[in-house]
Structures are given as C-alpha cells and as structure tokens.
C-alpha cells in the first residue's frame, strides 16, 4: 500500500509558478508509475501528467504541455509538478495518484492510490 501527502498549492497571479510535491510512503515507490490529476469546483477530476516509474517516459494534459514538468525523486520517495505561466483556468485542487505498474496512467480507473490534494488558486 501506498499512502500520498500533497504540499505546495497555494494563492499565486496569473503568470506565476509553483512547485508541487507528492511524498509517498512505502518501500515499492520506484515501481510505481504516478500521476497528477485536477479537479475544479463542479468539474470531474482530470488527467495532468504522468511519469513512469524509472522516470523514462512522461506526458501532459495538452491544457499544461509546455508550461508544467513532472518528475520524480525514488530516493525520496517524491514526485513533483513544476507549475509555471499559470493561468486562472489552471486554479482546482491537485490531487497525486500512484498506481502499481511501471507505465504511463493517463485515466483515473489506473490509479490505485490518492491523496488529500492541495488547492492551487491563480488570480487574474
């Protein structure tokens, strides 16, 4: 089992970066592939990015290519969303998901596991 703690949302202007960090715990990160997933108020909850678990593939919500990068620390058990040229639209609560398997997920039915969230909120 995996247990996921979000940290680094917050208030930011339109423009602006944030870094996103997900700690995971357990012994089997480095064989999980993880994911960012979003969800606006009275949204579903939406594919952002992905990673591999050895790091070797990646992939992006077209809304975010170019301005996030996802990547990933095994030795210490994180993954990170680097958030940069946010946008107002850009403004949910991020949620990371692992899921057993070395692949890229890409919908929420592959993920196996979730954590709280943490609310990113960008002003125009």
């Known amino acids: 089992q995996a247990q996921l703690v979000e940290s680094g949302g917050g208030l930011v202007q339109a423009g602006g970066s944030l870094r996103l960090s997900c700690v995971a715990s357990?012994?089997?990160?480095?064989?999980?592939?993880m994911g960012w997933f979003r969800q606006a108020p009275g949204k579903e909850r939406e594919f952002v990015s992905t990673?591999?678990?050895?790091?070797?593939?990646?992939d992006y919500a077209d809304s975010v290519k170019g301005r996030f990068t996802i990547s990933r620390d095994n030795a210490k058990n994180a993954v990170y969303l680097q958030m940069s040229s946010l946008k107002p639209e850009d403004t949910a609560v991020y949620y990371c998901?692992?899921?057993?398997?070395?692949?890229?997920?890409?919908?929420?039915?592959?993920?196996?596991?979730w954590g709280q969230g943490t609310q990113v909120t960008v002003s125009s």
């Open positions: 998901g692992a899921r057993s398997d070395y692949g890229l997920g890409r919908t929420r039915l592959e993920y196996e596991y």
């Open positions: 357990g012994r089997a990160f480095s064989s999980y592939a």
């Open positions: 990673i591999s678990a050895r790091s070797l593939r990646t």
